[in-house]
């Protein structure tokens, strides 16, 4: 049932055969959230479609060795949580940044529990913590009026329910504690004033040109460095 200005509405069904997700077939997740004032709970259910767009690779999977060289291009959020990723499982990495110096622009992010619960896999939790806000709920309201239609709550419930905590964070907080863990296991693995400007392909991997003149050669390129 969905509430607007807190009038109920009859409850749709709505399907969208374009979205089809990589699910097992039949597995319904429900939500509920809270509603404010006089509205009617809202509770959604999503039942997964049994068509899926993705085929497996018919590629044989073949295990990578620690010793095989990683290059990462970009030491941003989604960079850094690879390259610190690949540490904790005993690779060496190296990342190349465009920029003088390591740092974060734009404003804040939210991390839901499922993004929370790698970032605690790799062993941010504390760090995390000491400077996330936690919201307390979170709400839709009235493009005019300003009045909520519904809340779904924050809480410890919730926490307990999904495993982690809901955090919002300023990028720069959340940059800063990826890039001190990175650092933290190898001091030389990030360099910056590093702009690719052109990847070469080899039979056994590689090479990734520099504007400063420098090159590097990888077995395994991983790009993150943008759109």
């Known amino acids: 049932h969905f509430a607007i200005t807190g009038r109920p509405l009859r409850e749709r069904r709505i399907q969208f055969p374009h979205l089809q997700m990589v699910q097992p077939s039949g597995i319904e997740s429900s939500t509920r959230f809270k509603p404010c004032g006089e509205a009617a709970p809202i509770h959604l259910t999503l039942k997964w479609a049994q068509t899926n767009f993705y085929q497996a690779s018919q590629d044989p999977i073949r295990p990578v060795k620690?010793?095989?060289?990683?290059?990462?291009?970009?030491?941003?959020?989604?960079?850094?949580?690879?390259?610190?990723a690949l540490q904790s499982r005993g690779f060496e990495v190296r990342v190349f940044e465009q920029a003088r110096a390591l740092g974060e622009i734009g404003a804040g992010l939210h991390l839901s529990p499922?993004?929370?619960k790698v970032l605690n896999a790799l062993g941010l939790e504390h760090a995390l913590a000491s400077v996330a806000a936690r919201p307390r709920a979170i709400s839709?309201?009235?493009?005019?009026?300003?009045?909520a239609n519904f809340?779904?709550?924050?809480?410890?419930?919730?926490?307990?329910?999904?495993g982690a905590p809901f955090y919002s964070f300023h990028r720069a907080d959340l940059h800063a504690a990826l890039s001190r863990a990175v650092l933290a296991n190898d001091a030389g693995c990030i360099a910056v004033d590093h702009q690719a400007v052109d990847i070469v392909e080899g039979?056994?991997?590689?090479?990734?040109?520099?504007?400063?003149?420098?090159?590097?050669?990888?077995?395994?390129?991983?790009?993150?460095?943008?759109?």
Not at 66 to 84: E, F, N, P, V
Not at 140 to 147: A, E, N, S
Not at 203 to 227: H, M, Q, S, Y
Request: hydrophobic share 35%.
């Open 114 to 116: 499922n993004g929370m």
């Open 66 to 84: 620690k010793s095989t060289s990683i290059t990462i291009i970009g030491a941003g959020i989604g960079g850094l949580s690879a390259a610190l």
């Open 140 to 147: 839709t309201k009235h493009f005019r009026t300003g009045i």
């Open 203 to 227: 039979d056994d991997g590689v090479t990734v040109e520099f504007e400063n003149g420098t090159a590097k050669r990888t077995e395994i390129l991983i790009a993150a460095d943008g759109v």
């Open 151 to 162: 809340e779904g709550p924050l809480d410890d419930e919730f926490e307990r329910r999904f």
